[in-house]
T-cell receptor, first 112, second 117 residues
Framework: QQQVKQSPQSLIVQKGGISIINCAYE??????FPWYQQFPGKGPALLIA?????SEKKEGRFTISFNKSAKQFSLHIMDSQPGDSATYFC???????????FGTGTRLTIIP | DVKVTQSSRYLVKRTGEKVFLECVQD?????MFWYRQDPGLGLRLIYF???????EKGDIPEGYSVSREKKERFSLILESASTNQTSMYLC????????????????FGEGSWLTVV
């Protein structure tokens, strides 16, 4: 059972544009929602994370938007750059549970 | 600087062989994890350990076992490798024991690419 559904599977965006990746979850006990970024040949690395007590978190060009009632959260990359080309994973976990459940990943390509 | 080291980056093994994937972290983290990454399936948890000699099954433990004799080292074992275990395996670690703060960052190694022929 896929507890975190991620879309799209792949995304092509022009340089300078906005990249948007969406995730939906089922488990209402989830209370931590990170996004991981993975470059080819590397392991995933934490990019940004949010807790459900806020609806938005921004770090530089990266923003997480969170909609608790809809059980959805999304990653927005403003002014997308070729260096942002990577695979992005959303994830979720809940307090007291050591496991992190990942989405299926989105391969983002930024074209000049 | 945080470091999770997977000693073998690329392995080719034959069906039926016993395979050991080793992982070492230098952050004194209590939690360690083994994930498997496949295209279109994301990262799936195989096993995790919240303390030395302690382990719990993840979502896809069948065909795998683990060993954690020392806090810094977590090994994944394929008792009898099969072709459907061809994949990239990711080791990770995180601060915090059982019931700990779920928001602590998970740090990943660079992955071990395993091909079973």
């Amino acid at each position: 059972q896929q507890q975190v559904k991620q879309s799209p599977q792949s995304l092509i965006v022009q340089k300078g544009g906005i990249s948007i990746i969406n995730c939906a979850y089922e488990n209402t006990a989830f209370d931590y929602f990170p996004w991981y970024q993975q470059f080819p040949g590397k392991g995933p690395a934490l990019l940004i994370a949010i807790r459900p007590d806020v609806s938005e978190k921004k770090e530089g060009r990266f923003t997480i938007s969170f909609n608790k009632s809809a059980k959805q959260f999304s990653l927005h990359i403003m002014d997308s750059q070729p260096g942002d080309s990577a695979t992005y994973f959303c994830a979720a976990s809940n307090f007291g549970n050591e496991k992190l459940t990942f989405g299926t990943g989105t391969r983002l390509t930024i074209i000049p | 600087d945080v470091k999770v080291t997977q000693s073998s980056r690329y392995l080719v093994k034959r069906t039926g062989e016993k395979v050991f994937l080793e992982c070492v972290q230098d952050m004194d983290h209590e939690n360690m994890f083994w994930y498997r990454q496949d295209p279109g399936l994301g990262l799936r948890l195989i096993y995790f350990s919240y303390d030395v000699k302690m382990k719990e099954k993840g979502d896809i433990p069948e065909g795998y076992s683990v060993s954690r004799e020392k806090k810094e080292r977590f090994s994944l074992i394929l008792e009898s490798a099969s072709t459907n275990q061809t994949s990239m395996y990711l080791c990770a670690s995180r601060e915090g024991g059982v019931g700990g703060y779920s928001g602590n960052t998970i740090y990943f190694g660079e992955g071990s690419w395993l091909t079973v022929v």
